[in-house]
């Protein structure tokens, strides 16, 4: 059971590149959360998505997009990578049964703006 | 912003030793979740306590909820090198799942 899993692991892109990170779970779970973790600073909401073709804007939602085309994978992407975009980025996934809403992690994307 | 504070930013134990870390929150919570991070992972969690409990244990984990000073606390005992780690408090309040997490406790165990 692979549980939560981000693909890149790491990338380096240079100010104005686009990329798209993607995290597939395989847990059947409604929510899905992607995050920027910044040192000294905890996990940052940047999208979250409730359901398949739904998605809001979490707390630093600037600067990035998101898609949820399909009920297992949530889309992260950087349209004009900038260097404050300089982060490690963790997916998550959880479930709306039994009212616990506990996120199960992917490994995370390090990704380093130049 | 940041809805758990968490203290001591770091600690360092001696293997055997027991280690406490301290969250505060503002807001009403409908719970309250501790995750453990090992270093250049993911967050796994550790325990969850609902706003209507005092106290949880889990193996050598201890969880203590104290709703009205919003304040919660991680009690490790008889802590292991493989204890080494961040530890973040997460607060759910309820809103489409979302949590909010601290800053994190840096743990040390030494051998």
């Known amino acids: ?114 | 912003s940041q809805q758990g504070e968490e203290d001591p930013q770091a600690l360092s134990i001696q293997e055997g030793e027991n280690a406490t870390m301290n969250c505060s929150y503002k807001t009403s919570i409908n719970n309250l979740q501790w995750y453990r991070q090992n270093s250049g992972r993911g967050l796994v969690h550790l325990i969850l306590i609902r706003s209507n409990e005092r106290e949880k244990h889990s193996g050598r984990l201890r969880v203590t909820l104290d709703t009205s000073k919003k304040s919660s606390s991680l009690l490790i005992t008889a802590s292991r090198a493989a204890d080494t780690a961040s530890y973040f408090c997460a607060t759910d309040a309820g809103s489409w799942g979302k949590l909010q997490f601290g800053a994190g406790t840096q743990v040390v165990v030494t051998p």
């Open chain 1, 1 to 114: 059971n692979a549980g939560v899993t981000q693909t890149p692991k790491f990338r380096v892109l240079k100010t104005g590149q686009s990329m798209t990170l993607l995290c597939a779970q395989d847990m059947n779970h409604e929510y899905m959360y992607w995050y920027r973790q910044d040192p000294g600073m905890g996990l940052r909401l940047i999208h979250y998505s409730v359901g398949e073709g739904t998605t809001a804007k979490g707390e630093v939602p600037d600067g990035y997009n998101v898609s949820r085309l399909k009920k297992q994978n949530f889309l992260l992407g950087l349209e004009s990578a900038a260097p404050s975009q300089t982060s490690v980025y963790f997916c998550a996934s959880s479930s709306v049964l039994l009212a616990k809403n506990i996120q199960y992690f992917g490994a995370g994307t390090r990704l380093s703006v130049l």
